[in-house]
Nanobody
Framework: QVQLVESGGGLVQAGGSLRLSCTAS????????MGWFRQAPGKEREFVAL????????FYADSVKGRFTISRDNVKNTVYLQMNSLKPEDTAVYYC??????????????WGQGTQVTVSS
């Protein structure tokens, strides 16, 4: 299993921006498609965005399309999620994981601790 660490969350007003980061300790992420997921209180974890290993292909959930941008820096072994025009409904714990780019489902059962994003109205 690849252990992942998310960071960059926080409290922001509606319309604001945050950038999340995801890295792995001791393992390279370069060969994996990587995704961001989120889980709001009382709801199931849902797919947000993915980027393929080369970084040239991305895919987004309809709810974040046009507002969020996923990217990666394979030199820094880090995956990012730039979140703009945030809405209260984006409030959730955000997680990254290895992802199957065909199904958008996580490729491993391991989840990090995530990073909390709270958007106030």
């Amino acid at each position: 299993q690849v252990q992942l660490v998310e960071s960059g969350g926080g409290l922001v007003q509606a319309g604001g921006s945050l950038r999340l980061s995801c890295t792995a300790s001791g393992r390279t992420l370069n060969k994996y498609s990587m995704g961001w997921f989120r889980q709001a209180p009382g709801k199931e974890r849902e797919f947000v965005a993915l980027v393929r290993s080369s970084g040239d292909t991305t895919f987004y959930a309809d709810s974040v399309k046009g507002r969020f941008t996923i990217s990666r820096d394979n030199v820094k072994n880090t995956v990012y999620l730039q979140m703009n025009s945030l809405k209260p409904e984006d409030t959730a714990v955000y997680y990254c994981n290895i992802v199957n780019f065909l199904t958008t489902r996580p490729s491993q059962d391991y989840w990090g601790q995530g990073t909390q994003v709270t958007v106030s109205s």
